[in-house]
């Protein structure tokens, strides 16, 4: 089921927000007794079906009072009684946050994540926590304190990361949409392992307040679901320039795509835009050792799509692309260092006190509290940073971005979009990369310039592999990348996407 | 940085992990160096890219990096800060001792 097909059942009175939020419950305890869990939703809040059944009331009162109430209860709260997911390092005020890691056990957050907050204000329901990897350091969701979140299509799979939690649950049809977060593609790369859609916005579209930092350069909130619509009608109640986040601006076409999405459908990229479209295919991702066939099969026939629309397509040099993963690494690794010196177990969560002062309490506490992948990033974060270890690394990498910046920016002059594959292969079995983080990192490799050049990407389910030795095809993603604040332009050439391969995501057979 | 391979030794891990507020014995050192090494040696790509005509900070502007004013807005209530941490006491965060029996 879709947002738009479950807002047109509750305003029918087809369909109750408590049943929504029953079927996510239910589905959630008998995953908890399967054999191998899914383990994506860490809990379903307990407040979630007073809310559900609230909603139902307004909904019921206002169609009581007559069509007119009732178009004006939907205009004003256009996600009334729909759940959605919340990633573990996103505020809920008075719910558990613990980034998926132990040294955040006990801390419940004191206030709403603003884009928890509007998305309440217009009526949405969170439904319940997600997993994700620890303090959203990874690209598989293995590495979390809570075990990891496998792949709804077949289990011997890893679902993506770090968002890992909040794809699942919407691939499995237990929530409508999801919340992640991405810092270098960990919104795109799940969808892309789920086989759903996932929105990188924009730096600065969605407020962080109350969102746990990460990469504070590269942190942005990111939307999971079926369907481009399912993706617009959040943003844009979520968008917007917040007091309580300098970095945050308003995104000029959210009133646009809310109108399109509470009115019907979102409107698709015309056949005539299409004509005047240019778009860029980075020779450098074309050149990537390690690119399933498989992959590039899906992503050639993604090319000929566009082509056959009427787009121009074109593969472009961006030579400083090659530098893009270990840019990302040092830039994101430095602001790790510096944003989880914070816990130090006497503020937040989780204190470990040997009773010996201030220093063996914040190593007791850290060196317990941190899992490994955590720790190498903050030592290698700390290496970089120091100029006595590892001379002007950081600065260099800072040069490599802004000149990355630049450079996408001037390609966005001749080009309207930018696609290329999300990742170099499709999901890989749990436990394959686990102890190898060259090798995990190196699943970034397409997602990352996004991230570092501030601009906004959609993944979008594309294709799929071969039968495994299950049977089970899995999904391969494919991004469309548009420029700072094109939020609108990806969405609808996504929609056209859709039009065009009708019920594509994972999940959609279950209506 | 120069493009010449890198490698960490153990002194340089001991003050990283001092650095990171990370106990010696929290981790397998050996795999941890040499993952670190491998790391480290990976990010001597960006000694490809002659930076002298690309400041760090030559980026483009954006829309985010206007600050607002400092104004003073209401703080969180304290029933609701207490709940981020256990060690909580008269309207504070609890802290070890510095001084007297037991610093």
Redesign the interface.
Known sequence: MTISQAREALMEGTLTSAALVKKAADEFEADKKSAVPMNAFLEIYDDASSLAEAADKEIAAAREAGEEALEKLFEEKPLIGIPFGVKDNISVKGKKLTCASRILDGYVAPYNATVTARLIKAGAIPLGRCNQDEFAMGSSTEYSSYGPTRNPLNRKYVSGGSSGGPAAVVAANQALFSLGTETGGSVRLPASYCGIYGLKPTYGVLSRWGVVAYGSSLDQVGIFGKTPADIALPLSVMAGEDFYDDTSADLPDAAALKSETTEGTLAAMTEEAFSAMKVAIPRQFLETKGLDPEVGKVFDETKQWFIKKGATVEVVDVPVLDASLACYYVIAFSEVASNLSRFDGIRYGSRKDPGEGYDELYIKTRSEGFGPEVKRRIIIGNYVLSEQFSGTCYKKAMSVRARMQREIQKLYETYDLIICPVCPTAAFKLGQKYDDPMAMYLSDMFTIFVNLARICSISVPAGFKSPDEDGVKMPIGVQFAGPMFGEAKILSVAQAWENDHPGIAVGMEEK | ??SEKRT?DEK??D???Q?????P???NMQV?KS??D???E????????D?SE???????S???????GD?V?KG??IP??K?????FMDGY?R??K?LGE??
């Open positions: 940085m120069n960490i340089t891990l003050a990283l992990l650095l990171s507020r990370l106990s014995e929290s981790t941890l993952q670190v491998q790391i480290v990976y990010f001597g790509i960006l000694s490809q890219y930076d690309n400041p760090y900070d030559a980026y483009p954006t829309q985010a990096e206007k600050l607002r104004t807005v969180l209530e609701d800060v709940k981020m941490t256990p060690e965060f802290v070890p510095v037991g610093a």
